[in-house]
């Protein structure tokens, strides 16, 4: 049976057993797949489905088929399991059909091991977009937003939506995307696997066809496509083959932009588009030129970007504002540190707290506990909001000092300092006793700071102390600079850090034993992207967008962590101990170390084996915190990790 008429008896096969007509799906009520065809190359290799059921379930493999197919679990129970497909190496091609029987009804499995390029038949994007991850499908449709050059990142438009490209092969290799010569406005027609970050994607495409557009954009004056925030024209000159040239513009950028001119000549066509003054922030927006031939359309896409006012706010009103290109500028203290040499830090006010996610510092130095004032654009990830594209500005550096050092310095109103202590009444003359605007002193049961009006964070109000609840006895973080009056010894200029109540618990002990074992099963089943903590022998443990998926300690690409929150024996070394299943990428993980949770001191690799994983030794410092991030754009997976005590 050759190969086409194998793949349509499948398909066949599929739309059988899924569908009784195109808008309405069938399904068995006691047990549903994720996917109902399997398809492994003739190199070898496995693809996994979720088979969830009522009741318990078995699927009957024949001898025959367990030549070459290998099917792993073939019954379980009630519930959601994960089966795994896998088949070695062949030379030609496979095909069964599996029963998997449920409470007496039957759901057909099609497996397919093809020797040649899979035919299949063009999808809508709105189905690719909505399709479990790892299931192959084909789209057809005009690229537009092409990112990246390199890899391919694109978007492609189809009557139905759209759906976003990460990776596009050329013969099979990456990184040679330019060679394929794909144009904003060409026609394509790609196949890939569906994956998911941060939205619905195809990964790493091939490209089967390419239909090039009949308008293509050959210049714009100016070339960055620029307008002055106090107003003027760009012109987009286009090489049109089509019948005739509309321009659409959205919507929503109507207001600001506008077409005042379409100059048609004899090799090119210019559009004139016009924008008046911009009394707020950046903006831009993508613009479509378009032609039809023979009642077919093409198109080409232009970004007009104008300039705008950089917005003084604070963090409460950036993430109370739209995504966009609208430049802002918030100061703010970094209260929490993700990874500092990336730019992925926090910054908080008197309003809330922003994530910066990869901020520029230019020339400057950034250090957790500083005061810094960054511009830019607002941005979410996950539903969050976030500052994108953002670069710091100025930088006040803020140290940490006790309160006999406090006392010592001299008066500078340009200098801060972090400092800590309880909350007491002052014993020394010209002071006052008031929690409302934050009058009292600081000791350490030796030396004594009177302090002068707290706000109530960076940035705050003043008169807002008491609302923070802080009593006398609590112990309380401030970060303020040195000054006096009438030789009183002043904390002034302070804003609210921090605070524990006197009455608060010692934190748990220092965990004993020779080592911590961080094992798998101790990790949720899904990602969370914002912080959550574990606990291993009673060590709390922060993760970020780290899980146990089935193959172990699983760390998301891009940013995702592992820290120890409570204190721990010094560390001798740490041991990470590869996934049983997985390969080991040694330079994708990066291990920090220090004397304060969440820390910045960056360890060498001491030795990495293929086989078992990575060994670093601590054993040089006085190291009671450690940290693991995952910066790579690959996954990282990890069956354990052991933390060898001194």
């Not at 909505?130 to 492609?156: F, H, L, M, P, Q």
Request: proline share 2%; with cysteine.
């Amino acid at each position: 049976m050759k190969l086409k008429n194998i793949i349509a008896a499948l398909l066949a096969g599929l739309t059988l057993f899924t569908a009784c007509d195109k808008n309405e799906e069938m399904f068995l009520s006691e047990v549903r797949v994720s996917s109902s065809y399997v398809a492994i190359p003739i190199e070898g290799g496995q693809q996994e489905i979720t088979v969830t059921a009522t009741d318990s379930w078995s699927i009957a493999v024949s001898e025959k088929d367990a030549e070459w197919l290998t099917v792993s679990p073939v019954q379980g129970e009630a519930g959601e399991s994960k089966v795994v497909f896998s088949a070695k190496a062949g030379t030609a091609s496979n095909t069964t059909t599996l029963r998997l029987v449920c409470a007496g009804k039957t759901q057909l499995i099609n497996v397919l091991q093809q020797a040649g390029k899979l035919e299949l038949p063009i999808s809508k994007t709105t189905d690719v977009n909505a399709a479990e991850d790892g299931t192959t499908w084909r789209i057809k449709g005009t690229v537009r937003g092409i990112s990246n050059t390199t890899y391919g990142n694109y978007y492609i438009d189809d009557a139905y939506g759209s759906v976003y490209v990460y990776g596009t092969l050329n013969n099979g290799e990456e990184k040679k995307f330019a060679a394929l010569g794909i144009e904003a406005g060409d026609i394509i027609t790609v196949q890939g696997k569906k994956g998911t970050y941060n939205g619905p994607q195809m990964v790493n495409v091939d490209v089967i066809a390419i239909e090039k557009s009949l308008i293509k954009v050959a210049s714009i004056d100016p070339a960055d496509a620029t307008i002055a925030k106090e107003g003027g024209d760009v012109n987009v000159a286009l090489t049109v083959k089509g019948e005739g040239t509309s321009v659409v513009i959205p919507e929503e950028a109507k207001s600001w932009l506008s077409v005042t001119g379409i100059q048609i000549g004899a090799k090119e066509t210019i559009v004139t588009l016009s924008a008046a003054a911009n009394e707020v922030g950046d903006r831009s927006v993508e613009v479509s030129f378009v032609t039809t031939n023979s009642g077919k359309s093409y198109s080409a896409v232009a970004t007009i970007s104008q300039k705008g006012a950089i917005i003084d706010a604070d963090v409460a009103t950036i993430l109370a504002a739209e995504d966009g290109s609208t430049q802002y500028r918030v100061s703010g203290y970094v209260s929490k540190v993700n990874d500092l040499s990336a730019g992925k830090i926090y910054i908080k006010d008197a309003t809330g707290e922003l994530y910066l996610y990869k901020v520029s510092y230019g020339e400057l130095t950034v250090n957790n506990g500083d005061i810094i004032t960054v511009v830019g654009a607002k941005g979410s990830y996950n539903g969050a909001g976030q500052l994108v594209n953002a670069s710091v500005e100025s930088v006040t550096p803020v140290k940490d000092i006790d309160l006999a050092g406090f006392r010592a310095l001299p008066n500078d109103k340009t200098a801060y300092y972090r400092i800590s202590g309880k909350v007491a009444k002052s014993t020394e003359a010209n002071t006052k006793w008031d929690l409302t605007y934050g009058n009292f002193a600081l000791t350490d049961g030796t030396t004594e700071v009177y302090v002068y009006g707290v706000r109530n964070g960076f940035g705050g109000a003043k008169g807002n102390f008491d609302k923070l609840g802080v009593a006398e006895g609590d112990e309380l973080t401030i970060v303020c600079y040195k000054t006096s009056y009438k030789d009183l010894i002043e904390a002034d200029g302070c804003f609210y850090v921090s605070h524990k109540s006197g009455s608060a618990v010692d934190p748990t002990p220092t965990p004993g034993g020779d080592q911590l074992t961080v094992s798998s099963d101790l990790f949720p089943s899904s990602y969370a992207a914002d912080d959550s903590e574990i606990s291993a022998s009673g060590t709390t443990i922060v993760i970020n967008n780290v899980a146990n998926y089935g193959n172990g300690i699983q760390m998301k690409k891009e940013g995702s962590y592992i820290y120890n929150k409570s204190a721990v024996k010094a560390i001798s070394s740490i041991k990470l101990n590869k996934s049983e299943t997985k390969k080991w990428y040694k330079d994708n993980v990066t291990v920090y170390a220090g004397s304060s949770s969440n820390p910045s001191i960056e360890i060498a690799l001491s030795s990495s084996d293929d086989e078992s994983g990575s060994v670093y030794d601590l054993s040089s410092g006085d190291y009671t915190y450690f940290k693991i991030v995952n910066n790579s754009i690959y996954a990282v997976y990890m069956s354990s990790i052991e933390v060898i005590y001194k």
